[in-house]
T-cell receptor, first 115, second 113 residues
C-alpha cells in the first residue's frame, strides 16, 4: 500500500514570497490533516478535512494560510505571504475513518525555510 | 478541548537499560491514544495505539504502553533499549467525536553506549 506522498521535500523562500505544498493521501482515506512542526516542538494541527469538508481550522492563520482538498482526495496548503516564523516542517497525514476512528499515517513532510 | 503533556523533554539511557516515557492527557471522554516515533529528517511512525479493550498494548520494535484511566496516563515502555531507539517520541490523543488528533511536545531519547 502506498503511503502519504508530499512534495516538495524541501523549500527555501524569501519572506513575503508565496509557497504551496501538496499532499496525496492514502487511497480511500477520508480524513486528511495538515500539521506544522517547528523545530523542537510537537506537531500543531493547522487544518483537518473530512472528505472535502473542513472539520477544524481553528489554528490556521487565515490571513496568510489557505488549504483546500480537491474532490476529497489531494490537498494543497498555501502560504502567502510567508514570514520568518513560518519556517517549519509541514506534515500531512491521513486516516481511513469511515465509521470510527482509525490511526493516522504521516508523510515525510516538507521542510520550509524562510529567509 | 483535549491536551497532551509529556513531562520529560529529554531522557538519556544506556543501551540495554529500560526506558519509560510519560504521557498524560486531558479529555472528557475515552480517548484514542497513540505513540509515534520520529527519527531525524523523517516523518512520524506509529509505534502503538489504544482504542479499547486490554489496557496494556504491544507495539512494534519491542515497545508497549499501558492506559491508566484513573491517572489519565498512557506511558510508553521498553525493557531493553537499542542504540537505534534514539529518536523523538510523541504521545497523541484523538477525539472520538471529530477525530481531532493532538500531540504532546515530545521527548527526545538519547542512547549512550
Amino acid at each position: 500500500e502506498a503511503g502519504v506522498a508530499q512534495s516538495p521535500r524541501y523549500k527555501i523562500i524569501e519572506k513575503r514570497q508565496s509557497v504551496a505544498f501538496w499532499c496525496n493521501p492514502i487511497s480511500g482515506h477520508a480524513t486528511l490533516y495538515w500539521y506544522q512542526q517547528i523545530l523542537g516542538q510537537g506537531p500543531k494541527l493547522l487544518i483537518q478535512f473530512q472528505n472535502n469538508g473542513v472539520v477544524d481550522d481553528s489554528q490556521l492563520p487565515k490571513d496568510r494560510f489557505s488549504a483546500e482538498r480537491l474532490k476529497g482526495v489531494d490537498s494543497t496548503l498555501k502560504i502567502q505571504p510567508a514570514k520568518l516564523e513560518d519556517s517549519a516542517v509541514y506534515l500531512c497525514a491521513s486516516s481511513l475513518s469511515p465509521d470510527g476512528y482509525t490511526e493516522a499515517f504521516f508523510g515525510q513532510g516538507t521542510r520550509l525555510t524562510v529567509v | 478541548a483535549q491536551s497532551v503533556t509529556q513531562p520529560d523533554i529529554h531522557i538519556t539511557v544506556s543501551e540495554g537499560a529500560s526506558l519509560e516515557l510519560r504521557c498524560n492527557y486531558s479529555y472528557g471522554a475515552t480517548p484514542y491514544l497513540f505513540w509515534y516515533v520520529q527519527s531525524p529528517g523523517q516523518g512520524l511512525q506509529l509505534l502503538l495505539k489504544y482504542f479499547s479493550g486490554d489496557t496494556l498494548v504491544q507495539g512494534i520494535k519491542g515497545f508497549e504502553a499501558e492506559f491508566k484511566r484513573s491517572q489519565s496516563s498512557f506511558n510508553l515502555r521498553k525493557p531493553s533499549v537499542h542504540w537505534s531507539d534514539a529518536a523523538e517520541y510523541f504521545c497523541a490523543v484523538a477525539r472520538e467525536d471529530d477525530y481531532k488528533l493532538s500531540f504532546g511536545a515530545g521527548t527526545t531519547v538519547t542512547v549512550r553506549a
